[in-house]
């Protein structure tokens, strides 16, 4: 029988719906939440994402403000522009977007921002909290893999979890995350001798390497958790020579959901519940901010 799909658009409406409810209740009692942006050059897909942001921002009552630095900001002036936001009381969340012209380290740049203002749980700091087992503000991709996971029932507890990618923002602290849950967790990159066994014995995986069709049916046992953090787009032509772009995942879908019990789709999978994570993120800042939350307590 095929997969059952998880609907990453259904689980990220019922989210924001939660975030405006809070957001307008924190309104209610004269506290804003103000999200700023920070955009450095003139990147073509990072102002459309900025575009989108603001929208997403306003469909549940967040105040948002994109600043726009010039593609020749040096270092100092882009740390001076954090710093300046760290000590504004007015703004309860920073967002810094990428890719930041040569010249800037981007994760420099992310050690810049207040670890209780960092709605993308980007700050090396926040990601060491994550290794304590007392985390502040996760990366929000991270976050939207468990919660997606746990919109299946499956447990996470004792399961076998196998994480293909290990990239900063997204594999290590999911691993950590998940580790955290008691789940037992493989960690494959590119030096592992042998992912698709890896796959083959786990009870979920979840695949963020960026490599379309990586993942396929035989590296699945059946009956498993299929999430697929990829988003890469491919060139494709119709029957009559037109070209266009397809977006697809890390999973070869047409023959993993003949195996696995569960999968998301791309889009409309992690895409959606990573937004509905950085709008909670946004709002977990807020109340942070306005003391109505410990670092260290939970949610």
Known sequence: MPAK????????????EYVAAAVAALKKDGMSVRLVALLVGDNAAAKVYAENQKKTCAQVGIEYELRVLPAHTTTFELHTAIYELNRDRGVTGIFLHAPLPGGLDLQDAQYQIDILKDVEGVNPANIGHVVYGHTIIAPSTAQAVIELIDSTGVKLEGADVTVVGASRIVGRPLSL???????????????????????????????AAGKPGLLRGEHVKPGAVVIDVGINRLKVTDAFGRESEKTVGDVDFEGVSQVAGWITPVPGGVGPMTVAMTLRNTLRAARLVYGLERPLSGR
Do not use: Q
């Open 5 to 16: 799909i998880i609907d990453g658009k259904a689980l990220s409406s019922a989210i924001r």
């Open 177 to 207: 995350l998940l580790t955290e849950r008691n789940a037992t967790v493989t960690l494959c990159h590119i030096h592992t001798k042998d992912t698709p066994a890896a796959c083959r014995k786990a009870d979920i995986v979840v695949v």
